[in-house]
Structures are given as C-alpha cells and as structure tokens.
C-alpha cells in the first residue's frame, strides 16, 4: 500500500537528501547575508559573503555526499519502509520499559554524582555563570556517557512502542518512563552546558516522529506546518535559555556565533587566512580515536597518534582565531571546513564515505532494524548541524553503535517479526 502524498513528502523531507537540501540552503543563505549586518553583529571582516571558492568547495561537499547515499541505494535497494507487526514474547509495556529503567538509573545516577560533585553548580546557574560550569564540568563527568545510551533508547522505544501498537494503561506507562528519559538526558545537557547533547536528543525524537507518522500515512500540510512551528519554538527556547545561563547578553550575535559564523571560517580556512594548529593529524576525521576514555583505556590510541590532550586540542581552536582576524568566541568552521584541516581539497572524497555511511543507516531504518532505528536520528541531527563540527564519525556514533548492538541481541530474545507489505514507497 502507498502512503499519500503528504506522507511520501514528509519521507523524503527528512530523508538524507531531503536534510542535506536543507544543510545547503542554509549555507546559501549565510553566504548571501548581507556583509553590513554580520560585520556589526559579529564584530569581524566577511570573508564568506558570494565566496566563489566556498560555494565550490561546499557544493562539491553536498553532491558527493548525496552520490554516496545514492550508490547505496542503488547497490542495495529497499522498496520502501518496512510495515512489520511486532510481536514481544513478554508483555509489550514490559519489553519497553526494560531498556528504559536500565538507562534511566545510570543517567539519574550521573546526575547525581555530578551535582554532589560539584555543590556550587546551581549557585553558578543563578549568577549566570555558565563559562565557569563549561570549563570546570567538561571533563570530570563519572558517568557523563549515561545520557547518550539513554538517547538512543529513547529513540528506540518511540519506534517500538508505535510499532507495538500499545494502547491504553500499557502505553501510557511507557510514555510516562520516555518523557522521564528525555527529562534526564535534557537535564544532563542543561547542567553541563553541552548543546552538543541537548540538541541531539531532541531533533531525534522529532525524526523518529515524523518517520512513524509518514509510515501510517497521517500526515498532511497543516500537520507539517504546526509541527515545524513548535519543533523551531522548542529548538530555539533551549538555545536561549543555555545562552543565558552561560552569561550571554547579545542573544542575536550567540545565534550568529552557533550557525552562520562557522561559514566565515570556512571562507577563511580555503583562503588560508585561517589555520588549525593540529590540523592534518586525523583529529578532525576521527576524533573518538583519540577522545573516547573507554576506548582509550583499552587501546591507547591518543598516545600511538601522538594526539594533544583534548583541552589542547580544544583550545587550540580559540587561539587560532585572533591571526585570521576573526572573534575568538566563534571556532566552528562546518562540517566540511573541519574535514579540509586535515585533508584540504580531498574533503569531498571523505564526505562521499559519509554519504555512503548514512546510506546504510537509512536503509537499515527503513527496515526497521535497531542499527537504523538508533543510528538514523543520530546521522540526521549531524546533516542538519554541518554548521558545527564533523560530528558524524566522532565518539557518539561509537556509542550509539554498541547501544543498537546491545538492543539488537535484546530484541533477538524478545521480539519476533510478522512480515507486511512495504508501507511507503519512497
């Protein structure tokens, strides 16, 4: 059965080419800003204004990362998104709530532990003091890894439940223990400061929501225009309320800090007028390599690589901002920008296997396997955020990884299949 025309849309819309449309109008945009408007918002030259150079380089990113996509669809083609009646050998509710409890004590326990840690944190948060909390929490959190698990579960057990079709009691049970998940991972942003973490956690539920509505075939125009209205308040509502924790009283230059001044630095970074220190070492392709403790402990990766410790590779980013001009409180330079410190012009070449890689998490959601179902949201916030860093190959998708691996083997205990028809031919 075919979806309807809303509903195919909406599919598309948050597919990997209808988001990477998306990432790329956004670039146009910053880069059609009118030049005035950024100088006295950010208080640096532009250098990315009608930048001939960017828009190649940018463009070339977009489309090798689209023909990686492509050639996995191509190789390994799925009709359209799997139908399948799920059916638990224990009761639905109970299926759910399993993963959920186990994350949701390891994320409450880390909360605690860093708030008992840190006594003067909420004294911080009253005064503002948000620069403070970033620099002393960074790297002290015991169990900070708890909230990215408990993301993915989340993720997880929105797809199940509605695939279970949970009604009633039962589904109001596991509602209640998803919204006390969210609560907990949104809570563990908050307090430490990391947008990184706060964002995440929200676009993927709304990717998860929209898939499973365009799978039933419910939605329709009005649906995506409400949705986009509430989806862009509650986005911009988190933004603002971790800007003003942090201290920060130029609320439009903190949006021009977090998007468009990243494009800036791309413009500056081709031109050559900007520098990474470490740039050309890997850092920025595979950062988990060197910047993930557990793997770390097991193999020490960042002493073979002859990797700085993160808070000099951090750091080093601020610094390298005053040679080229530019303010020092802005360090992004994009997705692609990361990506060309290390590999310049080869860049497109590394996004290709990028596409390549959300083409096999894209095919795998769409058969509704647990690798796509945890992955997916994950790969689709990084193709919305290629204003940020090379977030995609970084130590959350290593953890997400072994999230999806552990649900996979709970589901081969639990959960058996009863094969429908395709429901969406996209």
């Known amino acids: 059965m075919r979806s309807n025309g809303p509903a195919t849309f909406l599919m598309k819309a948050v597919s990997p080419y209808g988001l990477a449309l998306v990432s790329y109008a956004i670039f146009l945009l910053a880069c059609s800003f009118p030049p005035s408007a950024y100088v006295f918002y950010m208080d640096e030259p532009d250098y990315m204004f009608m930048d001939i150079s960017a828009i190649a380089f940018y463009s070339l990113c977009v489309i090798s990362f689209l023909l990686g996509v492509w050639l996995l669809d191509l190789l390994f083609p799925v009709a359209g998104f799997s139908n399948e009646k799920a059916v638990s050998r224990l009761s639905p ?14 994320s409450v326990l880390s909360n ?3 708030i008992r840690s840190n006594p003067d944190l909420f004294l911080l948060f009253l005064v503002q003091g948000g620069a403070e909390v970033k620099s002393e929490l960074q790297f002290q959190r015991s169990l900070g890894l708890a909230g990215i698990y408990l993301m993915g579960i989340v993720w997880w057990a929105m797809w199940r439940c509605d695939q279970l079709n949970i009604h009633g009691r039962q589904r109001r049970l ?6 006390l998940a969210t609560a907990s991972v949104i809570l563990t942003a908050i307090l430490t400061l990391t947008r990184g973490e706060l964002m995440p956690v929200i676009t993927g539920i709304a990717i998860v929501y929209l898939l499973r509505k365009s799978v039933r075939g419910e939605s329709g125009s009005t649906f995506l225009v409400k949705f986009g209205v509430i989806f862009a308040s509650i986005v911009l509502t988190l933004f603002l309320l971790a800007s003003f924790v942090r201290g920060t009283t130029d609320l439009t230059k903190d949006v021009f800090t977090y998007t468009i001044a990243s494009y ?18 890997g850092i920025y392709l595979f950062s988990f390599l060197g910047y993930t403790n557990m793997l770390n402990m097991v193999i020490p990766l960042r002493d073979m690589l002859r990797w700085p410790s993160f808070m000099d590779y951090w750091q080093s980013e601020f610094r390298a901002m005053g040679p080229a001009g530019l303010g020092e409180n802005a360090i992004w330079a994009g997705t692609f920008g990361y990506i060309f410190a290390d ?12 596409g390549l890689l959300c083409g096999v998490v894209w095919r795998s959601v769409k058969l509704g396997r647990p690798l796509g179902i945890v992955l997916y949201p994950w790969c689709a916030f990084c193709i919305l955020y290629w204003f940020g860093m090379n977030s995609l190959t970084g130590r959350n998708l290593l953890l997400l990884t072994l999230d999806a691996i552990g649900l996979s083997i709970y589901e081969s205990l639990f959960l058996r299949y009863e094969r429908r028809q395709a429901s969406v031919i996209v």
């Open 343 to 354: 590999v310049g012009w080869f860049a497109p070449l590394f996004v290709f296997f990028e």
């Open 174 to 179: 596991v509602k209640i223990a998803q919204y």
């Open 93 to 106: 509710a109970t299926f759910l709530l399993i993963p959920l409890a186990v994350g949701l004590v390891f």
């Open 264 to 281: 800036n630095r791309l413009s500056a970074l081709l031109s050559g007028r900007l520098r990474y220190p470490y740039g050309g070492r």
């Open 112 to 114: 605690i532990i860093l």
